[in-house]
């Protein structure tokens, strides 16, 4: 590969890094067209590397094309079966990860706790900052596994997943949330298998109440956002 497609390669990453993480907070909400042309004003690049970008939001599933490239809309039915996915894969991550844990791996989860604990009661409370906690504590777990395929599959899926999240008042959870990553760590670290997966079902468990509650009038709140735009 020539030092050319190198560099376009890595700039439409970096478009894309930026079109995701707009998608995945909402800055374009679910049915927004991206057009080519002003994202190219936006970057000050050619239109190739843009296309490239979305072209991998396509294939993960966070832009889809109807007559023109829109953000995929956000659905009660569609979140039911990202969540049925993601449960799944988070149940075997941590089964894995029970298998196959060492000290050094332990301490990384723990780590993660600490920060997000930090993060929690700082008087700066940065709500992404404690949500991207979130997920590298779920995606460190996984990398425990030792399953690259699970891995790339759950960080797929999380990332699906965390739109629905972000909008639903994961806020109101936080405090939860590091018990019940604490609780994983302990029966992770004691080699318990069958409460391990336990303690995930609960934990993804209480995630899905809160959203199943909130999320219809989450989404009636965006439609109306975008219908007044």
Do not use: W
Request: aromatic share 10%; hydrophobic share 35%; proline share 2%.
């Amino acid at each position: 590969m020539s030092r050319q497609s190198d560099c376009t390669k890595n700039i439409s990453y970096q478009v894309y890094l930026s079109l995701k993480d707009k998608i995945m907070t909402i800055a374009y909400k679910p049915g927004d067209i991206l057009k080519e042309v002003e994202i190219s004003e936006e970057f000050k690049l050619s239109r190739t590397p843009i296309r490239a970008a979305i072209q991998e939001l396509k294939n993960e599933g966070f832009v889809e094309f109807n007559n023109r490239n829109i953000v995929t809309p956000m659905s009660l039915n569609d979140y039911i079966k990202i969540f049925q996915i993601r449960e799944n894969l988070e149940l075997l991550s941590v089964k894995l990860a029970t298998l196959n844990c060492n000290e050094e791996n332990i301490l990384a989860l723990e780590e993660n706790c600490k920060l997000q604990k930090k993060s929690l009661y700082k008087k700066s409370y940065q709500p992404l900052k404690f949500l991207n906690l979130d997920r590298q504590f779920h995606l460190s777990m996984a990398k425990i596994s030792g399953n690259y395929f699970l891995v790339e599959e759950l960080k797929r899926f999380y990332d699906l997943f965390y739109r629905y999240n972000y909008i639903c008042g994961f806020e109101n959870r936080k405090d939860y949330a590091i018990v019940e990553h604490e609780n994983l760590i302990s029966m992770i670290k004691n080699g318990n298998i069958a409460l391990a997966e336990k303690q995930m079902k609960d934990h993804m468990a209480n995630v899905n109440s809160l959203i199943i509650m909130s999320l219809p009038g989450k989404l009636n709140n965006l439609s109306s956002k975008s219908n007044n735009d």
